[in-house]
Each structure stands twice: as C-alpha cells, then as structure tokens.
C-alpha cells in the first residue's frame, strides 16, 4: 500500500458559518493504481488532494504515505519530504517563462540542492520518459498545450516518487491532447509502478482509471 487516508476531516470558516467540507474520509491506493476522485464542484475534491499531498492540514485525521504518518512532522520537515516523495500535477502547468524544459523539469531538484550535473542527467530522463527529449530548450511560450502538461509530468517525476498527485490535469487540454496525457499517465503507472490519484471532471479519464471514488456529502464512495 502506498498511500492511506484515514477518517480525514477538514472545515472552513466563511464570513456565515462554518463549512464542514470533508466529514471522515477514508481509503487506500496501492503500487501503481490509477484512482481518480470525481464529485460535484464545491465538493472537496482539491481540498483532499492539498491534504493528501500535505500542502494543507486537516482538521483531524490521518494521511500515510509508505511508513509515513505525513502530519507527525513540522512543516519544514514536511515540506522536503514532499519535495522528495509526491509528485504533483496542476490544471495548468506553471511552468516558469524564462527558463527552458529541461530548466523547468529540473526545478524540484534545484529546490533540494542537488548537484547541476546529476539534475541535468535526471531531467533528460525525465523528459525522454514522457517524449520531449527533442524539446528540452525550448520555453514555454514555443510549445503546445500539451507539451506544456508533458513537462509539467516530468517535472513530478522528477524525483522518482511512488505517489503523483494531479488535479484536473488534463482540464486545459483540447480532446486530442487530453487524450495523449492520459494514455501518458498510464504508461508511466504500468511501466514504473507510479500510483496517481487524480482530481477530474473528465469521464473518458475516469472510465480508464482503475478505480472511481465518489466525493458526495464530504465523504467518498466507490464508483462505477
């Protein structure tokens, strides 16, 4: 098992009352599952992945990644920890503009101070895995949409983790790039045993998925 969540709860405070967002949410993810998490906007959805990812806290409850109990830990410790261990893939693909593919691929290990010469080595793996080896100095501006979301994917891999994190990443895509990210998604979990939980909208990525979890009423059910 790479990751569990464990009655995990989470409100927030608007200016009326108190949201009570997730209410006791609890499942489990193995080596190389492709979940996807579905719901009605409002749901929750992004907020369990910030917490599944430990960008956020919850309220109660518990997250393991591995052996890790994620949230035993100060936040400094748990930032490189993440750095180090999830990968994380966004709607739209922040990429910085002034640095080129292989620059933006490398950025995780820049963060973690890894030496220029082993980050350049990773980073070319890294983009020949998702197929923009041929790319690597060109910016942002100078590829597709969907090239942009290819670097963006190597750049989560970067690190080798067991556990990638993607929230609608294939929501700014057109059908046929979409298409080609998700097919890339699965390469990735089939060949490198990567588990993806995946935050989506689209219903052809979650047929694909090998499991659907339903976020309704602040807490999931198994879908379709």
């Not at 009655?7 to 108190?18: G, L, W």
């Not at 640095?99 to 890894?114: C, D, Q, R, S, Y």
């Not at 690597?136 to 891999?157: C, D, I, T, Y």
């Amino acid at each position: 098992m790479v990751l569990e969540a464990i009655d995990i709860h989470k409100s927030f405070r608007n200016k009326y009352e108190d949201l009570h967002v997730l209410r006791g949410v609890s499942f489990a993810a193995d080596e190389g599952e492709i979940l996807c998490v579905v719901g009605p906007s409002g749901s929750g959805k992004s907020t369990l992945l910030y917490i599944l990812g430990s960008l956020d806290r919850p309220d109660s409850g518990r997250v393991r990644l591995g052996s890790i109990e994620l949230f035993e830990h100060r936040d400094g410790d748990l930032a490189r920890f993440r750095n180090d261990n999830i990968g994380f893939i966004f709607q739209f693909h922040h990429l910085l503009p002034e640095f080129n593919a292989l620059e933006n691929a490398m950025m995780p290990l820049m963060i973690g101070k890894v030496d220029t010469q082993t980050a350049v080595a990773r980073a070319r793996k890294a983009l020949r895995d998702v197929g923009l080896i041929d790319r690597e100095k060109h910016r942002p501006n100078e590829l597709s949409g969907g090239e942009r979301q290819r670097v963006a994917v190597a750049r989560a891999l970067i690190n080798e983790p067991k556990l990638v994190l993607a929230d609608e990443p294939s929501g700014n895509l057109d059908s046929e790039s979409s298409q080609a990210l998700h097919t890339l998604i699965r390469r990735l979990s089939r060949e490198k045993g990567l588990t993806f939980v995946i935050v989506t909208h689209n219903l052809n990525l979650a047929k694909e998925a090998d499991r659907v979890l339903k976020l309704v009423g602040g807490k999931t059910e198994e879908g379709e």
